[in-house]
Every structure is written in C-alpha cells, then in structure tokens.
C-alpha cells in the first residue's frame, strides 16, 4: 500500500511564493512518473506538472508555465511544487500523484497512488 502525504500548503497574497511537498512510504517510486493535479470546488481535477522517473522529462499545463516548477525529492521519496508569482486563481486543493510508468502524463486516469491533498489559497 502507497501512501502519499502532501504538505507545504497555506494562505498566501498574490504574487508569493508556496513550496509543496509530497512524501511517499509504502514502496519507493524511483522509477514511477510522479505529477501534481488541483481542484476546485464544483470543478474537475485538473493537470499542473509531471515529472519522469529520471527527472528527464517534465511537463506543465500552461497556466502554470514559467510560474511552477517541478522537481523530484528522492531523499523522501517523493515531489516537489515550486510556485511562484501566485495569482487568486491559483487558489485550489493540491494533489500529488504517482503512476506506475515512468514516463509524464497529463491525464489523472493514468496515475495509480494520490495523496489527499493541501489547500493552496492566493488572496487578492
């Protein structure tokens, strides 16, 4: 069993900064694609990042791109979200996830362990 635990969410003004972390126990995820999805309330899930099992490859929605950057946390098996110059519409719960491929996706169907999420609220 996988268990995936995010942290590093908060209440933050526009244009800060938030690093999330996600820790995974349970089995390592070396060679396993890992990505971050948010969600809205009355809103689906949506794609943020993903990152290959080697770091290689990483991929962004585009309402994030410039601003986010993700990066993988070997030392605690796990993945990091860098976000930067936040805006309101930022606002979400965070999910970090992993598949069993090692290689990036964007859809959530692909992704076999999640966490439960961390609240990310950017005020105006």
């Known amino acids: 069993q996988v268990r995936m635990v995010e942290s590093g969410g908060g209440e933050v003004p526009a244009g800060a900064s938030l690093r999330l972390s996600c820790a995974a126990s349970?089995?390592?995820?070396?060679?396993?694609?890992m990505g971050w999805f948010r969600q809205t309330p009355g809103k689906e899930r949506e794609f943020v990042a993903s990152i290959s099992w080697d770091s290689e490859t990483t991929d962004y929605a585009d309402s994030v791109r410039g601003r986010f950057g993700i990066a993988r946390d070997d030392a605690n098996n796990g993945v990091w979200l860098q976000m930067n110059s936040l805006k309101p519409e930022d606002t979400a719960v965070y999910y970090c996830?992993?598949?069993?491929?090692?290689?990036?996706?964007?859809?959530?169907?692909?992704?076999?362990?999640w966490g439960r999420g961390t609240q990310v609220t950017v005020s105006s």
């Open positions: 996830a992993a598949r069993r491929s090692a290689f990036v996706s964007r859809s959530e169907v692909d992704y076999m362990y």
């Open positions: 349970g089995r390592r995820l070396n060679d396993n694609a």
